[in-house]
Structure formats: C-alpha cells, structure tokens
C-alpha cells in the first residue's frame, strides 16, 4: 500500500514513499485526477498527459531520501519533481534524430563504430528533463523485442566496435535479461566493449549490490571485452554512500566507470557542484565523461541554460579541477552529431567541433556560427 507524506521544502509535493524498485508495469499508468507540481496542485484529466507528452510521476523512496538529506534538496527536486511548465516548454520529442537512426526495432546506429541498444522503456525513477521522455514511462515500440534480428544486423557490420545498452534503464532489468541481451552481443570479435548506461546507481544503487551483476561483467570479461558503466550523476547530492560503496566494488573486478552529466538550470548551473560532482567521481574511479547541453525537449527545455553561460560554467569546472579531473567534454548532442561547445573567438562567435558525426570526414573539423544571446542550441545560432 502506498503512503504519502509531505516533503520538507515543497510542502504540495506528495511522495508516495513506497515508490517499489523496479518499477511495476501498473506504475506505468498515467496519473489524472489531482496532481501535485512543485508549483502546487493541479487537476489533470484523463489521457491530459500522454496529450502534452508529460512524463508520469515516479520517485524511488532511497533517492528521496538521499535528497532529502544532501542539503540539496531546492536543487535536486528539480530533477524527479513534475513542475507546471511542462504543460508549456515549446520543443521536439526526438532532439537527436533516433527515429532516422533506428536500423532495427530497438536498435540505432548513427555513428560506425557504436551501436545503441533501447533495453526497456522502464528507469527506477523518472526525470523530468529526459531526452527520451517519448518513451519512458510508457510502453514504446521503439524498445528491442527481437534480440537474435538485432544480432543478425550487428553481425553483418563489422565496423561497429561497441554497444551501448541504454533505454530507460537497462538495470531496472533483471539480470536474467541483461545476460540474455549478452548471448546476442558476446559472440562477435569485433565488439570490444559493452557499455551500460543507468542512473540506478543514483536511484536504487543497492541494485548493483546483486552478487549475480559480478557474474554478469565477468562474462564480458571472459569474452575478452571492456565492461563500462556510464553512471548519470548530475550533482554531487546524488552520489550516496551506497552508490560509492558498490562502483568501488565493481571498480575493484575491471569494471571501467565513466559519468555523463546534463547542465540543468536551476539544478547544476554552477561551476562548484559541477567541479565538486566530477572531482568525487574521479575519486571514485568515474571518469567524467560528457556534460550535456541541455536538450530542447518538448517539456523540458526550461531546463536548457544559454551557450554563453553553458561556456562559463564548463571553464569554471576546468579552473577548479586538476588535470587528471578534467576529462569531460561540454557537449550538444544534435542530429547531425555530438558538438563540443569550445568558446567564444575574439569575432565573438562560438567555435564548435564536430566529435562525433555520420560522416567520418566531418569529425574533428572546427566551425563557428554568430552567437545570438540567450542561444541554446545549434539551430537557435544563425548560420551567418
Ligand atoms: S534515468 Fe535516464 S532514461 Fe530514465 S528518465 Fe532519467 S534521463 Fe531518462
């Protein structure tokens, strides 16, 4: 049965405290009747989110309080609490082009060497700025269902080096499942990684103390290729005792870590908790991987913080880290393809660097566009 309790800061925010990890399919019903934002409560008809693409409400009782108690808590809300502006934050739902990129169902591959596998629509809890709010939460087709098709294709490109296992969240999975999806990845020589992406060791991070995940990434050991775990840590308040404990364990058996992080307003917009989360991390044995530009997501984009500011913070992460910390890359992940976000030239326009693209001969080349103020995104620069 659920509980609910008012929180501390927000006292309209309702936190069914029983939230189960992982999440149950009747969790992925959309919420009517009365709801609670962080601006306060709200009538919602049936059927009214799925029409405005408003992802559904759910929250791991561990990750409250881990918020609740990191003196964070005004910051971090924002990521797992719903707020009225999504009714209204203009964008797209499929800012990086995943559709065009889909090769098979559940399946993408846009640049040679990686392939992008959606495990599940499902995460332990949901946030609110989610680049893939189109699926998660929901039941989506564009999850793998057939995992021998997926196979077939990965077999006949042999340029392909990696995959990533993405979703949702591949560990709200059982790990039954995870090494179902390993029979069909292990048996090609030329992948030479599998690669996790999961924010369950923000949110259910006792997930990872399951003894059968050390057998998991043995396997992919024992096949001779890297095992990576791409932690989600946007803030410092989020690493818990817990989350450490368990990436040092796996860290200790060959587990590589590396973290990505998305710059939100309101939430991370500051050059100390970023400097602070990447410092911890790299003290954890996390490389600090990708700080991403903030996505023009349809509900979400009041999270996006300008360029001009993106580029201030990204240098006062630097200022204050050492070398060996400063291993990220401030990056816009567009349609065309992941964009380092270098500076400001003299001429006052943004020099950019394609870091990855479809077109091999596009990687590595610097372009500039003028910069406008109060610009997020590629498509909000002028081309000239
Ligand atoms: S855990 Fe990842 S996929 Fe899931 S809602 Fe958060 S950002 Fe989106």
């Known amino acids: ?210 003894p059968a995940l050390v057998g998991l990434f043995q396997r992919i050991h024992d096949a001779r290729k890297a095992a990576v775990v791409v932690t989600h840590f946007d803030h410092i308040g989020e690493i818990s005792v817990d989350a450490e404990r368990n990436i040092r364990s796996l860290h200790a058996r060959g587990v590589q870590f590396l973290n990505q992080s998305v710059l939100l307003a309101k939430v991370n917009d500051d050059p100390e908790i970023l400097a602070a989360t990447f410092a911890k991390c790299h003290q954890m044995g996390v490389r600090p991987y990708y700080l991403f530009q903030g996505r023009p997501v349809k509900g979400a984009s009041h999270f996006q913080v300008s360029l001009r500011r993106g580029l201030e913070i990204a240098n006062g992460i630097n200022e204050r880290l050492s070398g060996m910390q400063k291993t990220f890359k401030y990056i816009m992940s567009h349609s065309t393809g992941k964009i380092e976000v270098l500076g400001f030239g003299a001429d006052d326009r943004i020099y950019m660097r394609y870091h990855q693209n479809k077109a091999p001969e596009e990687i590595g080349k610097i372009f500039s566009r003028p910069h406008l103020e109060g610009a997020c995104w590629l498509d909000d620069l002028p081309e000239e």
């Open 1 to 210: 049965m659920k509980t609910a309790r008012k929180t501390q800061s927000n006292p309209n925010a309702i936190v069914f405290s029983s939230a189960p990890f992982p999440p149950t399919r009747s969790d992925r019903r959309p919420a009517s009747g009365v709801m609670n934002f962080l601006e306060g409560t709200r009538a919602v008809a049936p059927g009214e989110l799925e029409a405005n693409s408003i992802t559904r409400y759910l929250v791991t009782r561990f990750y409250r309080e881990q918020i609740l108690n990191s003196g964070y808590y005004d910051q971090l809300k924002f990521i797992v609490e719903p707020s009225l502006k999504e009714f209204e934050s203009p964008g797209i739902l499929d800012t990086s082009g995943e559709h065009d990129n889909t090769v098979v169902p559940g399946f993408q591959h846009k640049y040679a060497q990686t392939g992008l596998l959606l495990a599940t629509d499902h995460c332990a809890s949901y946030c609110r700025y989610c680049f893939r709010k189109r699926i998660v939460g929901k039941t989506s087709d564009e999850i793998a269902a057939d995992l021998g098709q997926i196979a077939r294709y990965i077999g006949s490109h042999p340029e392909m080096t990696n995959v990533l296992v993405s979703g949702g969240d591949p560990f709200v999975l059982g790990t039954r499942r995870l090494h179902q999806i390993l029979d069909h990845l292990l048996p090609f020589p030329h992948l030479n990684s599998i690669r996790f992406g999961t924010k369950v060791l923000a949110f259910a991070p006792k997930r990872f103390e399951d």
